[in-house]
């Protein structure tokens, strides 16, 4: 493995937490980014227990932890803003092996910092084609001259081009759970911090969660047929939301004057990626671009990572061979993606986005931990 070249596409928690392990066994590591920078929009991530160990594996579990964010309460409206449950959250001691909550952006901002000078970064820059000859794989840009390399990790999320280029159009995996969602980040308070605010009328909800001085506003709503939408027209997505939400009672006519007015925006359809093979030759997936189990799960960074860490211990056990390697890391992780994915599909339907209001008036009353 040593000074074989890998290319990883994407900058986000997966692809910087693959070129980390990659890098780490020995392999010369670039990352190609489309966007100029890492990616950083989203919601703040959790890492759950298996992912505390790769955390603290590669040495950088203290300083994750030193950011580390808490709900308090999960308070639960309704439209006259009269709280009718409300559960208190208490998670007890702190253990080095307790599970963490970071903002996104502070995790990116550690992963960068951990691959300084380790690893190549292309900005501006994407995969154009790929073709696999003897011994490694041709790589063209839409900037720049091809290049070889012995594997490709995609790492590009869950519209992954790196997956329609080489394994076929995002329509052959994507299942959808019927659902849509926008995510705004705001820096201002508008519920108490460490508190998650929600409400809901049938087949909408609302979710406010403030920590460090900001707010995430989080609509989600159900459709039985799928909307037509551009994913990089950010306009037309604000205008689904408004579409929706428009008139629904609580704080929903301020929050969306705070999401029209906000930069932060991102508006995705709850959707999961469901593959027979993660890889193909020389060509690998990692995170959602492999198995996104949607938002709904929650662990979206957790499974990033573990992605990651399965991809190099398999490639370090069997010295480089991907074949067997990418067999292993499918053959271990699959079982945990499929009850993960499970999970979320039943959370969008009972916990997310309820279709009653005696539904939801049963779950603000029992006010119970989902």
Known sequence: MKDQKVLISGASIAGLSTAWWLNHIGYRVTVVELAAAPRIDGAAVDLNGPTVEIAKRMGLYEQLKSYRLGVDRIEYKNADDVTEGTMIINEGPESPGDEIEIEREKFVAVLTGALKNKVEFMFSNSI?????IADGITVTFNHGSPQIYSLVIGCDGAHSGTRK???G??????HSLNAYFSISIVNKVLVPQRTMQAFSVPYKSVMLNAYNHKTDIIFMFV???DIPYNYRDTAQQRQIITAQFEGQGWR???LLKEIEQSESFYFDRF??????SWSKGRVVLVGDAAYCPSPAAGQGGSLAMQGAAAIADALLKHNGNHELAFTEYDRNLRPSIEEIQTIAEQNVKTNFVL????????????????
Request: hydrophobic content about 35%; some cysteine.
């Open 165 to 167: 280029i080489w394994f």
């Open 128 to 132: 154009a084609g790929l073709e696999e």
């Open 169 to 174: 159009p995002e329509a052959a995996y994507a």
């Open 252 to 254: 929903t006519t301020e």
């Open 223 to 225: 459709s039985e047929t």
């Open 355 to 370: 279709k009653t209001e005696e539904e939801i008036r049963r779950r603000n009353t029992e006010a119970k931990l989902f």
């Open 271 to 276: 959707c999961q990626i469901k593959m027979p």
